[in-house]
T-cell receptor, first 111, second 114 residues
Framework: SQELEQSPQSLIVQEGKNLTINCTSS?????LYWYKQKYGEGLIFLMM?????EEKSHEKITAKLDEKKQQSSLHITASQPSHAGIYLC???????????FGEGTQLTVNP | DTEVTQTPKHLVMGMTNKKSLKCEQH?????MYWYKQKAKKPPELMFV???????INESVPSRFSPECPNSSLLNLHLHALQPEDSALYLC?????????????FGPGTRLTVT
């Protein structure tokens, strides 16, 4: 089954700092999703990556999928308290099948 | 608009009660999903409906009964639940199933079984 390892498990940064969250798979990824979740709330869709080497950006968040399609990174530039939450990566076991998720990265941004 | 709505937001029920969770989307999506999320854990898939037919049941106990009355609506009927079923229940939808698509989640229903 698809297993995704996220690192770090938690991250505390000062407002304005840049940060990176990683998501690694032992198998080739058919695609990779990034979500943000506030505790006890729903998942907010951030980005979906499909092709090796693909990079997408939305506001101050950039996600990349490596050429081998086994690792993705999520980079936040000039972090703000509004970026705080749990970041989850998710991947289908085959193209377009059920999603399994990593354990998540808890991000705290101190003002 | 990428909104998936869920009602109720919170639900407390006894082990002998029957209740239902409701999920709705108006994006024209033909795939809808139920996930269960325990505290500090990632969501786990329970059911997938594709074109109003059940495509995946992840060996979920029969006390959880999904229903898809039409392409916009997804229900989860609950009966004789156990305290360990207390969790956040998330609904999601995507344009279709079997192809890589954006999957959008609702805000969830926080269920407590007493």
């Amino acid at each position: 089954s698809q297993e995704l390892e996220q690192s770090p498990q938690s991250l505390i940064v000062q407002e304005g700092k840049n940060l990176t969250i990683n998501c690694t798979s032992s198998k080739t990824l058919y695609g990779l999703y990034w979500y943000k979740q506030k505790y006890g709330e729903g998942l907010i869709f951030l980005m979906m990556l499909q092709k090796g080497g693909e990079e997408k950006s939305h506001e101050k968040i950039t996600a990349k999928l490596d050429e081998k399609k086994q690792q993705s990174s999520l980079h936040i530039t000039a972090s703000q308290p509004s970026h705080a939450g749990i970041y989850l990566c998710g991947a289908p076991e085959t193209s377009g099948s059920r999603l399994t998720f990593g354990e998540g990265t808890q991000l705290t941004v101190n003002p | 608009d990428t909104e998936v709505t869920q009602t109720p937001k919170h639900l407390v029920m006894g082990m002998t009660n029957k209740k239902s969770l409701k999920c709705e989307q108006h994006m024209g999506h033909r795939a809808m999903y139920w996930y269960k999320q325990k505290a500090k854990k990632p969501p786990e898939l329970m059911f997938v409906y594709s074109y109003e037919k059940l495509s995946i049941n992840e060996s979920v106990p029969s006390r959880f009964s999904p229903e898809c009355p039409n392409s916009s609506l997804l229900n989860l009927h609950l009966h004789a639940l156990q305290p360990e079923d207390s969790a956040l229940y998330l609904c999601a939808s995507s344009q279709d199933f079997g192809v890589l698509r954006e999957q959008y989640f609702g805000p969830g229903t926080r269920l407590t079984v007493t």
